[in-house]
């Protein structure tokens, strides 16, 4: 089958011909229908320091996709052949103690699929049957493979209390303006958005910003300040992992509020941490992947109840041939999400 590989140790991607994946006794195998590219994916590419440390070539990348089941282990419980469904790209152990406590997204043990093992770039792709997350048999497959990305966002949306509330999101990435439509349908009452790119600043309005501020040309501190009787918002959702939009976004915030942080700094940074938060009385929520299964079944109501429309995140379709290009646009910044097909006639809008 066709996959898209990391051969060995330094930049780059190829696509080549590899064996079909083993399907393990709690496996299933799935026939990847599409797969969106997500900013880990670029650093494996671009062989960045984060990559070095925790990639071992060789391996197939990707690690967001839907597919649809096409065979199953002897013990593989879950989703039956035919059916659609979305992937949980973090294996978990089962049996450690974050697992054993419901805090599964914490687990020690975590194996990420295109990360620590064999990924989802490819025509198949085994995983373990609990790891498979049936959709509706109608969802399109763009919508479908984003959703483990989506869950980043909801998960982040979801732990500080956003009802009623002035949200400020600092980052409209993918992540960021799903989590503007997240917060939208969660009840917060004022979103105001800020990024350095107008295209993004433009999906986060498409997603329910109330206000889009471009810190080159705005004044974010000053605007919040007047949006808020100059208390501040009482939420920070940080999708950046900038430096300036982190310190920014706590000097935002008001005293006793709350922040989530998702972005990821790449490298530890100089942090005000008397002023933005202890003198705040801030209470500061870390991020990491999704909670199992919360997450999963809170996007679902989010998405089955049509209070978060995705479509929008949509921009761009490639076959999966063209992964170069795909990744190249990724990279540029002037795009939502990039989605990609193996067999190019299961795409679900106009290819680029
Ligand atoms: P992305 O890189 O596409 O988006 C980040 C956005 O931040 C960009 O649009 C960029 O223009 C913007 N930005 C940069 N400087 C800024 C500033 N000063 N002010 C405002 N905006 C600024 O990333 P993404 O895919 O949307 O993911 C968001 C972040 O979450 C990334 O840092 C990613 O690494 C991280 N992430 C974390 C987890 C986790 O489990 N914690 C999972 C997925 C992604
Ligand atoms: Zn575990």
Redesign the pocket.
């Known amino acids: 089958m066709r996959a898209i590989v990391k051969p060995s140790a330094g930049p780059g991607l190829e696509m080549v011909d590899v064996p079909m994946p083993k399907v393990g006794p709690d496996d299933v195998l799935l026939q990847v229908k599409a797969t969106s590219i997500?900013?880990t994916d670029l650093h494996i590419r671009s062989w960045d320091p984060w990559a070095a440390a925790h990639v071992r070539p060789p391996l197939v990348v990707g690690h967001e996709m839907c597919g649809i089941v096409v065979d199953k282990g002897a013990n593989a419980d879950g989703p039956e052949v035919g059916q659609l469904v979305s992937v949980e790209s973090h294996v978990v152990c089962g049996r450690c103690r974050f697992c054993r406590t419901g805090k599964g997204h914490l687990c020690e043990n975590t194996q990420i699929l295109g990360v620590h093992r064999d990924g989802v770039y490819a025509e198949y792709v085994a995983v373990p049957a609990i790891n498979a997350w049936p959709d509706p048999p109608d969802m399109p497959y763009s919508i479908a493979s984003l959703q483990e990305n989506f869950g980043?966002a909801v998960h982040t949306v979801s732990v500080p209390d956003v009802a009623g509330r002035k949200v400020l999101v600092?980052?409209?990435?993918?992540?960021?303006v799903m989590a503007i439509a997240a917060a939208k349908a969660l009840g917060a009452r004022l979103i105001v958005a800020?990024?350095?790119?107008d295209y993004?600043l433009k999906l986060a309005a498409t997603m329910g910003a109330d206000i889009t501020l471009n810190?080159t040309r705005d004044d974010v501190h000053g605007t919040v300040m007047d949006l808020t009787e100059g208390e501040g918002v009482d939420v920070l959702l940080e999708?950046?992992?900038?430096p300036?939009?982190i310190a920014e976004g706590f000097k935002a915030l008001v005293k006793g509020g709350e922040a989530a942080l998702?972005?990821?700094t790449s490298h530890p940074i100089q942090f005000d941490l008397d002023d933005n938060v202890i003198f705040k009385g801030a209470s500061v929520h870390g991020?990491?992947?999704r909670k199992l299964w919360d997450t999963w079944y809170e996007m679902r109501g989010l998405l089955r109840s049509g209070a978060v429309d995705l479509t929008p995140v949509v921009t761009h379709r490639f076959a999966l041939d063209d992964f170069e290009k795909a990744f190249d646009l990724m990279e540029s910044?002037e795009c939502g999400k990039v989605v990609m097909f193996p067999d190019p006639s299961d795409a679900d809008g106009p290819l680029s």
């Open positions: 997500c900013g980043n600092t980052g409209c990435g993918p992540v960021g800020s990024d350095l790119s993004r810190p999708m950046s992992g900038a300036p939009a998702l972005g990821l991020i990491v992947g910044g």
